[in-house]
Nanobody, 122 residues
Framework: QVQLVESGGGLVQAGGSLRLSCAASGLTFDNYAMGWFRQAPGKEREFVSQ????????YSADSVKGRFTISRDNARNTVYLQMDSLKPGDTAVYYC???????????????WGQGTQVTVSS
């Protein structure tokens, strides 16, 4: 079955960096666009960034543009989210997801990981 497993979360001070990874299995990875989402306590899940099948096109939310970078390595079936200049407002559980469409709306993502916690202290 399809599995998406996130890693790389943790506790970091404001201004610091983290790199999240999402390892995919059970699917033909380069047939899928990939996305990152996040959900803070008491808030709805929100879109962060997405990348197309080949990695040649990306799109990010305004709140993270210039600070977060999405990338992928199709040879490793892995998508990454490099997060720089982190702010306390970035604290959330971060999820990766896979879609056969690009660009995709949230509801068009078929598969989801279980998430990794990112906590940014002030």
């Amino acid at each position: 079955q399809v599995q998406l497993v996130e890693s790389g979360g943790g506790l970091v001070q404001a201004g610091g960096s983290l790199r999240l990874s999402c390892a995919a299995s059970g699917l033909t990875f380069d047939n899928y666009a990939m996305g990152w989402f996040r959900q803070a306590p008491g808030k709805e899940r929100e879109f962060v960034s997405q990348i197309n099948w080949s990695g040649t096109s990306t799109y990010s939310a305004d709140s993270v543009k210039g600070r977060f970078t999405i990338s992928r390595d199709n040879a490793r079936n892995t998508v990454y989210l490099q997060m720089d200049s982190l702010k306390p407002g970035d604290t959330a559980v971060y999820y990766c997801a896979a879609s056969t469409k690009y660009p995709s709306r949230t509801y068009e993502y078929h598969y989801w990981g279980q998430g990794t916690q990112v906590t940014v202290s002030s």
